[in-house]
């Protein structure tokens, strides 16, 4: 819509435009269609704000202004804009006395209010909720303590469990700066912070990344046959009882041999056929596996790897295992085939100890 300001100012240019031949007045007419020929010239401040104690208000033009705020005029200097039991953004207002509704309730100091509370809000004379200046340091927090006292700085230590979470095992320090000692998580052949791992971190509990010379009376073999490399060492010795054996093994860095794939099982009984020490064993060329259940009685076993894996491939005789007479707890493997058997763990085999770390 055209104000009569911009109607007049529109009669006027088109008449100028005309009189000096720019153009007929019937084309300039046509000129009245643009907007920069409908100016609106904003009203008075005091005609936008009349009745209005303070606040925000929208002009004639449609445009935003501020009015001058009259509220610290009222109320004893303490009413503030909008505070009032209508919520209008342009009245003034305050906060009721509780002891007279008909007076503005003045709050007392946050130093007074906040004498001998450590945090956290409390509520004022007038009502209000106002926040404490905090006295906590970490690393305690505002109303983290055994009371539950919103207004009292603590630290509540979490569960161990929460605290150890994302480590193997190892001493670690909780939220609350207190040292906490981590279950461990190990698998057998494992130990806490050894064979050059990092802090909380489970390693090998042999010889990291190394070989072991083979001990008197022991054939070192590399892991390698043909095309088949398992980069491990493998060490052929002489014939002992099971629990016998994987002494003799841990004592220089190793253990009894592990194959948990038919790559691996062939590869080792293939590297017990080439030795000269396994042809002097008791049964020749029978050999222990790291593989047991000590404590399955007379009932079928659960035979595990002895560092914990899972047993996911097996190459028994047919109709092994049978844990004959409740009493066959470990397993040998042949040489010459690789296929396993269960039999008595005081039985006297080959030891093949094999490195515990790749």
Known sequence: MVSRWGLRRRSVLVGALAALGVASCAEVA?????????????????ATCKGVECG???????????????????????????????????RCGCTADPNDPLKCCVPVAIEQLCFGVQCGEKLDNCGQMRL???NCNAPDTCGDNADNDANKCGC???????????????????????????????????????????????????????TPPAPTGCE?????????????????????SEVQARVF???????LVRPKTFEQNQLVA???????????????HSYWLGLEDPECGADACNYKWIDGAAVTATFYNGGEPNNTGGGEHCIEAK???????????????GVVCETTCD
Request: aromatic letters at 6%; one cysteine or more.
């Open 56 to 90: 925000p208000r929208t002009n004639n033009c449609g445009e935003p202004v501020a009015c001058p705020d009259t509220c610290s005029a009222k109320g004893n200097g303490i009413e503030t804009c909008g505070d009032n039991t209508e919520a209008d953004p342009n």
């Open 132 to 134: 404490c200046p905090s």
């Open 220 to 240: 070192m073999f590399s892991g390698t046959v043909g095309s088949n490399t398992l980069g491990r060492s493998y060490y052929v010795c002489p014939a002992k």
């Open 270 to 284: 293939g590297l017990v056929m080439q030795s000269t020490v396994a042809g002097g064993w008791y049964e020749p």
């Open 335 to 349: 040489g010459y085939s690789g296929n396993w058997n269960d039999i008595p763990c005081a039985n006297t085999r």
């Open 30 to 46: 046509k000129l009245d269609r643009f907007e920069f020929l409908d100016v609106c010239v904003p009203e008075a401040l005091d």
């Open 249 to 255: 093994c841990q004592g220089f860095g190793t253990d």
């Open 156 to 210: 509540t230590a979490p569960p161990v469990a929460v605290t150890c979470s994302e480590v193997e095992c190892g001493v670690v320090e909780d939220k609350c700066g207190l040292f906490v000692t981590c279950p461990s998580t190990c698998a057998p052949l494992h130990g806490c912070e050894v064979g050059g791992v990092g802090d909380n971190t489970c390693g090998c509990t042999g010889v990291p990344n190394a």
